[in-house]
């Protein structure tokens, strides 16, 4: 055995054991469990969750993306224990943390993945239930993700239950072009017509691949729909994390270096084309004043996690980049820890969500809920805000969608950002972002998806939403 610093290197049988610290024990060579965790886990009351996964003592991450987050979430709000098969990071090797045991398992973007996967399940036979987390940037580039269906397939031959959290439904890629990097020309509507025929198909596959698939959004249940049976599809609310604690304005912009008297004006999440980032830039990059104070926007995040070594993208936040530094008043901060979340979200008057599409739920929209923050979405997001809870939410503080949603252009950004600074309208949209924190809670919509797994129907079940009385999916589905 040789020491270096805190870690311990141990030479078993011709593997090298890393344990750091001894909770936490690392391998290089075959993945073996010890046999005491296997018995304590592989049961079929537990659950075995497939994703990317923030790091032990972490909720929010840096470069492994939201769905990472959105999972642990998850996990950490159910009642039973679960069994996490997540990303390696380069380090295999497993640890406990709280009811879960984490198992770094896989490298991203390897064909190998699938197998390295199926090799844990197997000795976790005995769990029978396995909720798989999928995006099709989350495990790597397109020909791996699709790999997702085979093995979906031997996972159910084997006797596994699976059920899928859909991130990001593409039904049409030529709503993505910047995005994907596809180009408008001949050649590239061509490669679009057929990304969007292989898209559907797969869709259509993965109904028959899996027992339940659950997405964020009830639009996005109706858009799935018409490639999987609706009685396979329930609709659950991103999740909201009720334990992140604002920090007054005042302490936040000081220690920021923020003034007390203008107006800060935030944009939340990766730098990406399809979250309107560069719209945010060329939007506000002349803007000094607002609802007559001086004015900041900040761009609080950095690259994509999944996107930053495709040479378009690289293109794209370049350029980006270079817009920003010549703008007197935006600033871009890079990733943001979790340790700063509160400062940036408390010190901002108002965050913008300039979406040119909607293909997912967004965890950044959860986020400004979580912190109670006053918002504004393009147009593109106002099918979000159709579910039930958010209509009575709406309605319970006099709001309409025309209040907050903005035509995707510079020019009606910068309108509806400065009416909802000048008009009042900042102090009804922090009580709506507060009402949807108590009511999409993690504790609550942990509970309805373990509710839904162990279901036998997944529109049948009825889970609690916030302290209301219970919410049917079907009955949600037809009330829209």
């Avoid at 990071?89 to 879960?100: N, T, V």
Wanted: overall charge positive; proline content about 2%; some cysteine.
């Amino acid at each position: 055995m040789q020491a270096e610093g805190n870690i311990r290197f141990l030479h078993l049988g011709g593997v090298e054991v890393v344990a750091s610290p001894p909770s936490e024990v690392f391998m290089k060579g075959n993945m073996k469990i010890k046999k005491s965790l296997i018995e304590k886990y592989n049961n079929r009351e537990n659950l075995i969750v497939i994703s990317s996964y923030p790091r032990k003592g972490e909720l929010y991450s840096g470069n492994v993306g939201g769905i990472a987050s959105f999972a642990k979430n998850t996990v950490m709000n159910m009642d039973q224990q679960v069994v996490v098969i997540a990303e390696s990071f380069g380090r295999k090797g497993y640890y406990e943390e709280g009811k879960s045991l984490v198992i770094r398992a896989f490298e991203r973007n390897r064909f190998a993945m699938w197998l390295q996967i199926l090799a844990i399940l197997w000795q976790f036979r005995k769990t029978r239930k396995v909720l798989f987390q999928f995006d099709f940037a989350l495990y790597g580039d397109m020909v791996v993700s699709a790999l997702a269906l085979p093995f979906l397939f031997t996972v159910r031959i084997l006797g596994f239950d699976v059920s899928i959290v859909v991130h990001s439904i593409v039904t049409d890629v030529f709503n993505l072009t910047g995005h994907l990097g596809l180009n408008t020309g001949l050649m590239g509507r061509i490669k679009g017509h057929i990304l969007n025929a292989v898209f559907r198909l797969f869709y259509r596959l993965l109904g028959f691949a899996v027992e339940k698939v659950i997405v964020n959004d009830e639009s996005l249940k109706r858009k799935l729909s018409s490639y999987i049976s609706e009685e396979k599809i329930a609709a659950i609310p991103h999740g909201t994390d009720i334990s992140l604690g604002p920090v007054r304005k005042k302490r936040a912009r000081k220690i920021l270096g923020y003034g007390e008297d203008e107006q800060v004006v935030l944009y939340f999440g990766f730098v990406n084309w399809f979250k309107g980032a560069d719209l945010f830039v060329s939007s506000f990059a002349k803007i000094t004043k607002l609802a007559g104070k001086k004015v900041r926007f900040i761009m609080a995040g950095g690259e994509s996690a999944t996107l930053s070594q495709k040479s378009h993208y690289r293109t794209y936040f370049v350029n980006l980049y270079h817009q920003i530094e010549q703008s007197e008043n935006i600033e871009l901060t890079g990733f943001v820890p979790q340790s700063k979340l509160a400062l940036y979200f408390s010190a901002a008057d108002l965050v913008v969500f300039p979406y040119r599409a909607l293909i997912g739920a967004s965890g950044a929209l959860s986020l400004a809920f979580s912190y109670k923050k006053p918002f504004i979405l393009s147009e593109r997001l106002a099918p979000m805000l159709r579910s039930v809870d958010c209509r009575a939410a709406m309605k319970r503080n006099g709001l309409t969608e025309a209040d907050f949603t903005f035509h995707l252009s510079n020019q009606a950004c910068v309108e509806k950002t400065r009416l909802v600074l000048l008009n009042g309208a900042k102090q009804k949209l922090s009580r709506l972002a507060g009402q949807l924190r108590r009511e999409r809670n993690w504790q609550y919509t942990s509970r309805m998806f373990t509710r839904l797994i162990y279901a036998a129907d997944a529109q049948t079940v009825e889970v609690p939403i916030g302290q209301k009385k219970a919410y049917s999916f079907a009955e949600s589905e037809k009330s829209v």
